[in-house]
Each structure stands twice: as C-alpha cells, then as structure tokens.
C-alpha cells in the first residue's frame, strides 16, 4: 500500500468516526443522586446509545429521549449540576481481549480438538464441529470474564468535569 494525501485524510476521518461512536465520550448530563462515591446522571439518548458499553451495565433507559447512567463521581459534583461523561480508560483497555480474545482462543481450540479427537471419519466434519463447540465455550468464558472484571467502579463511566448550568443568565 502506497502513501497519499488521501489516505491521510482516510485515516483521520476514520478516527473521528470511531470517537463518535465510542460510547459516553463527550457526552454531558445532570446529576439526579449521590451516593458515596458514585453519581446517577440523567442525559440525552442518542442514536449512538443502543451501542453503547455503558448500555448494558450502566445504563438505565426510562423513556426514549432520556437515558440514566450509574457514573464515578470523581468530580464530586452535587446534584442539579451538569457534568460531561467520559469513558474509563480501564474498560476501554480491558474489554477487546476479552471480548474477542477469549471466544478466537476458543475456536482455534476446539478446531484443534475436534481434529485430533477425530470422531467422525471427516477431518474438516471434525475440525468444524469442534470450531463450533469451542466458540459457544469461548463466548460462554468471555461473557462470565465480563460479569466479574469488567464490572464496577474501575470500569465504570466517569463524570471528569462539572459544566456550567445552560440555563443559567449571562453576567
């Protein structure tokens, strides 16, 4: 592959694509409750949200327009302010591998099994079911491995900034 000015352009359009689809990343909303050091945040849904990494463990959907996000408060903001919402740096690290690693560990493994075990007289039969089994294992092991490491406070999505009250009158 050659280098042009386009594929620059490629690569970084590709880039802002991605940072618009990660998941809370510049998103902002309004503290609904503390406690301790954890902060419910209410925001807007966007089309964005249904891909969410927050969506499944974080979030709370109450109508279509509106969306409640259990977030670290590391900006100890009280409730009524207006925070932006970022990702954990953590869980963005952590969740690839174990999300796609573990179930492409399971595959090759079970293709190498079933072709050494060999019930069948069809090595590609074996290696095939053996593929299959050991990705319905592997995806069973990446979403236990999910449920314990990538659940709390670490993982969590953080409120990193407290944002001035839009409705609030100009001096």
């Given at each position: 592959m050659s280098w042009t000015?386009?594929?620059?352009?490629?690569?970084s359009?590709?880039?802002a694509?991605?940072?618009?689809h990660?998941?809370c990343a510049?998103?902002?909303?309004?503290?609904?409750?503390?406690?301790?050091?954890?902060a419910?945040?209410q925001?807007?849904?966007?089309?964005s949200c249904?891909a969410c990494?927050c969506s499944a463990?974080?979030?709370?959907?109450?109508s279509?327009?509106?969306?409640?996000?259990?977030?670290?408060n590391?900006?100890d903001?009280e409730?009524?302010?207006h925070v932006?919402?970022?990702?954990?740096?953590?869980?963005v690290?952590?969740a690839?591998p174990?999300?796609?690693?573990?179930?492409?560990l399971?595959?090759?493994c079970?293709?190498l099994g079933g072709?050494?075990?060999?019930?069948?007289?069809s090595?590609d039969?074996?290696a095939l079911?053996?593929?299959?089994a050991g990705?319905?294992?592997?995806?069973l092991g990446?979403?236990l491995?999910?449920?314990s490491?990538?659940?709390?406070p670490d993982?969590?999505?953080?409120a990193v900034e407290?944002?001035?009250?839009p409705t609030?009158?100009l001096?």
């Open positions: 000015p386009s594929s620059v352009n490629s690569a359009e590709s880039d694509t991605s940072e618009t990660r998941s510049g998103r902002s909303g309004i503290v609904l409750s503390r406690q301790g050091r954890m419910r945040v925001m807007r849904a966007s089309r249904s990494t463990a974080f979030a709370r959907h109450q279509s327009s509106t969306r409640t996000l259990t977030v670290v590391i900006v903001a409730v009524g302010r932006r919402i970022v990702d954990s740096p953590r869980a690290v952590a690839p174990v999300l796609f690693g573990i179930p492409l399971g595959l090759l079970g293709a072709y050494w075990i060999a019930p069948f007289s090595e039969l074996n079911i053996g593929a299959a990705l319905a294992l592997g995806i990446a979403r491995a999910a449920n490491r990538l659940v709390g993982q969590s999505p953080q407290i944002l001035p009250d609030a009158p001096p």
